[in-house]
């Protein structure tokens, strides 16, 4: 699944679950219920030398920055609009947990000789990526989205 729907579910799993310690880990858990969802990424049916060169890591980057982007707009707005740094902390957490396994992952993208911690997430992630063609693949992450974007609105009143 791509960056941004992973990083709008943690902020949602920020802005309603208050506490931390129960927010922070699921948000981490929920990384991967995401990816059982069928959907399309950059990866999807590529080889390691597609993933490395044309367009898809520049297309990895900027959803990598729209998900950064995402992620300090929603724990500023909760912190500045709000008044609430305790929910912009939560928020920020949960966006950064939300996106790790994937993070944690990315040097079995680009190395040869990735450490044994990405090795296991990479193994565990591809065996429960459930990939689909493009226009379907993008169409879930969407209502994944717009789900996220309303439990978010729903409790940060925006
Ligand atoms: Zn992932």
Redesign the pocket.
Known sequence: ?LLTPHTLVGIAIGASIPNPQIAVPLAFVM?FMG?MVPHWDFYTDTTIEQRQTGWRPIAVMADFGLGIATGTFFTLYALWIAGDASLALNIFLCGIAAVL??ALTAPVMFSKNPNFISKLLGKI?SALQFSAPVIFGLLTQILVSAFAFLLISSSIAL
């Open positions: 699944m990384h990816d396994p994937d992630q």
